[in-house]
């Protein structure tokens, strides 16, 4: 099957299961053990925990790790004292409806409307920003469009104003460089979105912001999250993460080289297609209206004919409405509900992508023939 859907989840890199391997073949070991095996144990997650913080320039005591993406957002979140928060419509549920719970706990939001253009400015940043502002999060690039923040200026704004930057990297890591501000305060991240295992996470967190622990009982991670750690998948996050520390410029490339023929291609042989989404975009991803067409029906069809795509967000799909991050951009219903999303993995190549080229485009000349 062609696997154009890596913003959904990614292919485990074997260099990184091989560094797994190290914990599962044993001997049985938990890093909390005060025994040689826990020692051994827990060498290990030290050493993990030392590369994972050298990634994000941070200190050992700064990372926390976590199952994903969403347990670190909420972990951030949650500890934050009451008062407005500054965030966007489109951003990833795990954002979007922790920030709605927010406010029924007491505290205000402001959700920024971005547009067409897809990412909010570093001036409305700026002019949402009230005396009880406690906190901006915001994605630094969308999952779904693939639109980028102006990471830089936003991080500014907020270390001008000594409010909090909090960042949800998970669909920028492993696609581009990430030079993280020293106005970001905290930033979350997910394995399985860069080759990395499932049910592994990470958290950098600078030590002036306080956490609520979300889960109670042991001390690990620093006392925020109780629970033995997972070893095998944190030694799994760290091989990753040197991976791309080694090789991100070459798989920056490769995906901008696979996306820009993908999209010059559907351009040049389809009429009628938009790419949602008009500022400047994460490096493997573009989201397409193919007017005219069903992109529920379409779906199905690429489905059929082995090419894995997606709808939107994966932790949204089998919802019938369009995407709520597209129709709170403002497309038209009819718009949003003929859009596909395209994310493409390292391991993807030129090949699958001229082979799914020649499927697409055939059978969207199909759908829009019965339609008419």
Not at 4 to 14: A, G, I, M, R
Not at 55 to 79: C, H, Q, V, W, Y
Not at 161 to 174: C, E, R, S
Request: charged share 20%; aromatic share 6%.
């Amino acid at each position: 099957m062609i696997y154009f859907d890596n913003n959904s989840t990614t292919e485990l890199d074997p260099r990184v299961f091989q560094a797994m391997l190290e914990d599962f073949k044993g001997p049985p070991a938990n890093p909390s053990s005060v025994h040689q095996l826990g020692t051994r144990a827990r060498k290990m997650l030290l050493v993990a925990r030392q590369k994972t913080a050298d990634f994000f320039g941070a200190k050992p005591d700064e990372i926390i790790f976590t199952s994903g993406g969403t347990e670190s957002i909420n972990l951030m979140l949650r500890g934050l004292p009451k008062g407005h928060i500054i965030t966007t419509n489109i951003e990833h549920s795990s954002v979007y409806k922790t920030v709605q719970s927010l406010e029924s706990q007491g505290f205000t939001a402001t959700f920024l409307s971005c547009g067409l253009w897809g990412a909010p400015t570093p001036e409305q940043v700026e002019a949402a920003i009230l005396p009880t502002t406690k906190a901006i999060v915001l994605c630094a690039a969308n999952g779904e469009t693939g639109v980028k923040i102006e990471l830089d200026a936003i991080a500014a704004v907020a270390e001008k104003h000594k409010i909090p930057f909090l960042l949800d990297a998970v669909a920028f890591i492993g696609k581009e460089p990430l030079l993280l501000p020293r106005g970001v305060s905290a930033c979350a991240v997910s394995g399985h979105k860069f080759h990395a295992p499932k049910g592994i996470g990470a958290l950098f967190c600078r030590n002036l912001l306080k956490l609520q622990s979300i889960a109670t009982g042991g001390n690990q991670e620093y006392m925020h999250r109780a629970g033995t750690e997972n070893l095998s998948g944190i030694l799994g996050l760290k091989e990753s993460l040197q991976i791309l520390q080694e090789s991100q410029p070459v798989i920056t490339q490769h995906l901008l080289d696979l996306r820009s023929h993908f999209e010059c291609e559907l351009l040049r042989t389809l009429p009628d297609i938009a790419i949602n989404g008009e500022g400047p975009r994460i490096s493997n991803t573009v989201n397409i209206a193919f007017l005219g067409c069903d992109g529920e029906s379409l779906f199905m069809q690429l489905d059929m004919a082995q090419i894995a795509v997606s709808l939107g967000s994966a932790c949204s799909s089998g919802a019938i409405e369009p995407s709520r991050v597209l129709m709170n951009m403002g497309l038209d219903r009819k718009v949003a509900r003929s859009s596909i999303r395209f994310s493409f993995g390292r391991t993807n190549t030129r090949e699958e992508v001229d082979q799914a080229l020649e499927k697409i485009v055939f059978l969207v000349k199909k759908l829009r023939s019965l339609s008419n």
